[in-house]
């Protein structure tokens, strides 16, 4: 298949244009680089520099592309952000992915793979949380996405557009060969900032809230190899066959992680201690999200082959030890 990854430059993005060379499909990403890395790229990968915005760029791409599915991961992803500064959000996380889906149905392009978030379930009230819980997100990152959600839901009743979205739980870990791995600016995720404390080159980690009514009183989440994210990608494109199919698959381990334990599995990989600081809560952060993955498996045949959290650090180790800076800047 002939793909084009928008935000392919970033996190997920760039691990999955790698799993798609490796799956013998031909990957096209359209990047603006405002977060994405240019060194998170392939040699030889067909790149398009432009927003998701520009309707212009966007015509020129699907003219020139004979583009059989969008995978869309471009998107801000910072949820105190998105409380302090929801336009950005909304202009780029629905704005800009208007402007997309608008360009796929001028070029008759009807298949989509849409990054979404267990942000949008909100507090949930029961856990492992499935796909059928109530979408009530607490912020406007986890509004967005919801609103993509609607949106694509519409689009397939009313145009045929076939779409697959996955709520990822924790995005985490590197590639196994430790070529790319997690970059963010600024970094906020648990895992960097762990292993950046424990190589010295970011400060004490702030553990946020050891009051929460868990078994050691920290936030539990459900941390997923971001490899594993992107073979699902691809697994799905079996699902996009019908005119107006639309799948919504959540994507975790369904094995909790406390903080505390996070912590212990960077200091055992690492051979190194984690400086801590305890902080009060984090505003926003729902004390548990773990995901019962159970219909990725059984219509995906998904399973992740990475399910707990030691392995997982393990290549994020790997990956932060080569580049204790990043990409780069
Ligand atoms: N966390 C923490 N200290 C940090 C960053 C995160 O204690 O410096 C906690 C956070 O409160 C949450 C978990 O680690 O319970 C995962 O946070 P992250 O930002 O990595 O992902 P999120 O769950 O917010 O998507």
Redesign the pocket.
Known sequence: MKVLVAGGAGYIGSHCVRQLLHAGHEPVVIDNFVYGHRAALPAGVRLYEAGLGDAAALDRLFAAERIEVVMHFAAYCY?GESVTNPLKYYLNNVGATLTLLDAMRRHGVTKFVFSSTCATYGVPEKMPMTENLPQAPINPYGQTKLDVENLLKALATADGLSFASFRYF?AAGAAEDGSIGEDHDPE???IP?AIGAAQGVRPT?????TDYPTPDGT?L?DYVHVDDLSRAHIAVFSKLTAPGAQHFYNLGTGTPTS?LEVIRAVEKITDRKVPVKYAPR?EG?PPALYANADKARKELGWKPKFMTIGPIVETAWRWHQAHPRGFGR
Do not use: E, M
Request: hydrophobic share 45%; proline share 0%.
């Open positions: 949820v924790n906020t995720h648990l900032l980690l702030q553990v946020f809230g936030c989440r903080v984090r952060d």
